[in-house]
């Protein structure tokens, strides 16, 4: 019987320095860091008293713990007047969106456009607070109007991007219409002669 119990006995020890030893690796496993939920090809409407106010289109959506959001694909973001025109969009190359500043940072070919005016801005970096309804950035910007092209660092500009101001204006450009244009690009290109 004594022999029966020290078997047991050890077995036992061996099964909690086992499981300690298991414990241990999980305690030491690292954390994981990545998205709860991944989306692919996404749309996102957001009304106001039942009439769609925005339509937000994505390839890809990445959902954090935390409530942050990326789309490593960039995403397609449309503003709509009561009618249901489009009145002005947003896009860019990636997007990640911070849950504790509700504050959207976007990278990469980024792009605003105001189709009530015709404006429309490029940059390489703009945050877009939905709760202030601005966009703002520090980056070199250039905003084409109808005639005229406007550079400079750092700009602000409402939601819909009707009004807005560059901080530290480098210049400004005039575009001229060239009436012999439109008859130059319709000139044929002659082909390459083929290597014989």
Known sequence: MKAFQGRFFFIILWVVLLACSQRKDLIDAPLYEGPLSSMDSSITFVSDSGI???KLNSDVQNNFENGDQEWPEGFYVEWFNS???VTSYFRA???YFTQEENLYRAEGN???KSLAKND???TEELFWSQREEKFYTEKFVT????????TGEGMESNQDFTEYRILK???TFTLEDDPN???QRDIPLTPRPKKQ
């Open 110 to 112: 980024v792009i605003v």
């Open 93 to 95: 190359n990636y997007v």
């Open 169 to 171: 204006p480098s210049g």
């Open 52 to 54: 769609v106010v925005m």
């Open 83 to 85: 009618k249901g025109q």
């Open 120 to 122: 429309e801005l490029k």
């Open 181 to 183: 244009r439109s008859q």
């Open 143 to 150: 905003i084409k109007s109808e005639d005229e092209v406007h």
